[in-house]
Nanobody, 117 residues
Framework: QVQLVESGGGLVQPGGALRLSCAASGSVFSLYNMGWYRQAPGKQRELVASIPSGGSPNYADSVKGRFTISRDNAKNTVYLQMNSLKPNDTAVYYC???????????WGQGTQVTVSS
């Protein structure tokens, strides 16, 4: 079992920046591929970025060059640095942990990001 707690969401103007954090507990963090998903109203949840333990990150085309995912295995935390935010980045952002072998998914409760002037 993995428990995930996100933080860092909020309201920001277009062009601004936010950093999301996701703290994990309850299991060995390095056994999990970590990711950030988002869900806008009326849309399906979509992958924003993911990072395996010790591997290279992967990004959705819509956020490449603007968002950076990173993880600190010593702190059991994954981050999403979001720069040059746009109104269509507005969504609830969810932290995801996927066990590297079983592929079982765990989800955080979500954090709202609103980009608006």
């Amino acid at each position: 079992q993995v428990q995930l707690v996100e933080s860092g969401g909020g309201l920001v103007q277009p062009g601004g920046a936010l950093r999301l954090s996701c703290a994990a507990s309850g299991s060995v963090f390095s056994l999990y591929n970590m990711g950030w998903y988002r869900q806008a109203p009326g849309k399906q949840r979509e992958l924003v970025a993911s990072i395996p333990s010790g591997g290279s990150p992967n990004y959705a085309d819509s956020v490449k060059g603007r968002f950076t995912i990173s993880r600190d295995n010593a702190k059991n935390t994954v981050y999403l640095q979001m720069n040059s935010l746009k109104p269509n980045d507005t969504a609830v952002y969810y932290c995801n942990a996927r066990h590297y072998m079983s592929r079982r998914d765990y989800w955080g409760q979500g954090t709202q990001v609103t980009v608006s002037s």
